[in-house]
């Protein structure tokens, strides 16, 4: 019988990836999430019955036991950006990521695998950082052999980080850019379930990788990335990290009186903080090299489909070549 793999936030941008890869290998793939029947697109990946969404909360033991019973190797995917209701930093990154490399240390699972993020600092002002750090050491005590993958800023056609740009510049003449001269690597999320697989596969030696792009650019840079293959004359405007601190400490107030009915979806004070430092690839690192795998470069995809944000969206090169015509 194949071997079957559970990978925890499954259904989310990075998971699904990681099920498409897998799946190709001839794994049966179980994905935990919350909301299983918001997920039953992964069923496409596969065979008929070869994926299969099951209910879990990371936050609850029993569904995570359950949903790792056979399984030959575990991926957990499960991240937030915003501390939100139940959902804090410390529930899902420290006691979450803590759950799962117990459980499945205690069943006897061979491999694990666990996707954190460069930014992860036990030090850092970020408490989205410090999360991260402080639940990559739980699951290295937990389960020491676990590999850490931990990527830069991740891109793909369901991203939240081009995709914002994109949408800033279709909204505005003048874009205004917190941390404009901060560093980065985008990385491909395909690149990330790449590593991801291979780890399962048992193609990666236990420990941690830091997996950033070829490139390493600011924000500014890649605004202007975004810019020149959306088409739109627009004006940046970078301005210093506090100048969003009032806004971003208005909205958190919101949210928090709100009880998270009015989320915080334009800038937290954490992500503020978190993005003043810079999101590279250490020196001497473990990397995408380590693997056997060469990274993908940004620009050649945004093509693929920050094309929306266009004036005439997909039909803009149709419409130029209609201009030229008439020239």
């Known amino acids: 019988m194949s071997k079957l793999v559970t990978i925890y ?7 699904r990836y990681i099920a498409r890869r897998l799946a190709k290998e001839g794994w049966r793939v179980r ?3 919350r909301r299983p029947n918001e997920a039953l697109f992964v069923r496409g990946y596969g065979a008929v019955g070869q994926l299969e969404p099951v209910l879990c909360n990371i936050r609850d033991e029993a569904s995570v036991a359950a949903a790792m019973q056979g399984a030959d190797a575990v991926v957990n995917c499960v991240g937030v950006l915003n501390s939100l209701g139940k959902n804090k930093f410390d529930a899902v990154h420290v006691e979450g990521a803590e759950r799962v490399a117990r459980l499945a240390a205690a069943a006897g699972v061979p491999a694990l695998v666990h996707i954190s993020a460069i930014g992860a600092d036990a030090q850092s002002q970020s408490e989205y950082a410090r999360s991260k750090a402080e639940g990559e050491a739980a699951v290295l005590a937990a389960y020491p052999s676990a590999v850490i993958l931990r990527p830069s800023v991740i891109f793909g056609i369901e991203d939240q980080f081009y995709n914002r740009l994109g949408g800033l510049i279709r909204m505005a ?3 205004p850019l917190m941390a404009a001269s901060t560093r980065m690597q985008p ?40 810019r020149a293959v959306i088409g739109r004359k627009r004006v940046f405007l970078p301005l210093p990290s506090f100048f969003f601190a009032i806004p971003a400490t208005i909205l958190d107030i919101v949210q928090g009186i709100t009880f998270g009915l009015i ?9 503020q903080r978190f993005l003043a430092a810079d999101n590279v690839v250490s020196a001497g690192a473990k990397g995408f090299a380590d693997l056997g795998i060469t990274p993908r470069a940004a620009a050649p995809l945004l093509e693929d489909y920050l094309w929306q944000y266009r004036p005439a969206g997909q039909y803009a090169a149709i419409k130029q070549s209609a201009r030229n015509m008439r020239a």
């Open 31 to 33: 994905v935990a999430v």
């Open 187 to 226: 990385v491909h999320v395909d690149d990330v379930a790449d590593a991801a697989a291979r780890a399962v596969l048992g193609q990666a030696a236990p420990g941690v990788y830091e997996l950033g792009g070829p490139d390493v650019v600011t924000l500014r840079d890649a605004a202007e990335q975004a």
């Open 9 to 15: 936030g499954g259904s989310g941008f990075v998971g």
């Open 263 to 271: 989320a915080n979806k334009t800038v937290t004070r954490d992500q």
């Open 173 to 175: 003449p003048l874009v």
